[in-house]
């Protein structure tokens, strides 16, 4: 509940998706996103095969990642197969290029070769995160509303 109720007073849009979901009762939370995952009232955009993992720090709840295993054309253009996300009061302490490194283990774990990460392009924080990690910069995407920086990393 300290990582949700931290999200919540930031006041920040919660990143990635998952994390939305009160956790009042963690059980229930995993139930939905079983649920999703059998196609049971997903989210938009979701795609069935993805894979959840929270970071942890001495029982603390710091970030959580989520993993496409595959990628619908909204996805490829604005989504990628990764997005992970920081409660705010752990930022700046190393845990995003931790987090997204060990996510890139895990989808060489699912056998994909490389994957796409995307941010908003006033993100600075992100792209940094994204380059320390061997992100390689791909064609920018306008969604309307922003300019959004793509990036693919080799697994």
Known sequence: MDFYND?????????????KK??????????????????IEPPENWIPENSTYWLIDNQEVIGVVNIRHYLTKPLFN???????????SKRNNGYATQILSLALEKARDLNLDKVLLV?????????????????EMDNDYNDGENIL??????C
């Open 7 to 19: 999200w919540k007073s930031s006041e920040e849009e919660m990143v990635p998706f998952v994390i």
């Open 22 to 39: 009160e956790p009042i009762n963690f059980q229930s939370m995993l139930d939905y996103l079983l649920d999703c995952e059998k196609g």
């Open 78 to 88: 604005a989504g990628g197969h990764i997005g992970y996300g920081i409660r705010p």
């Open 119 to 135: 941010c908003h392009s006033t993100n600075t924080a992100s792209k940094k995160i994204i380059l320390k990690n061997g992100g």
């Open 149 to 154: 920086n793509r990036f693919w990393i080799y």
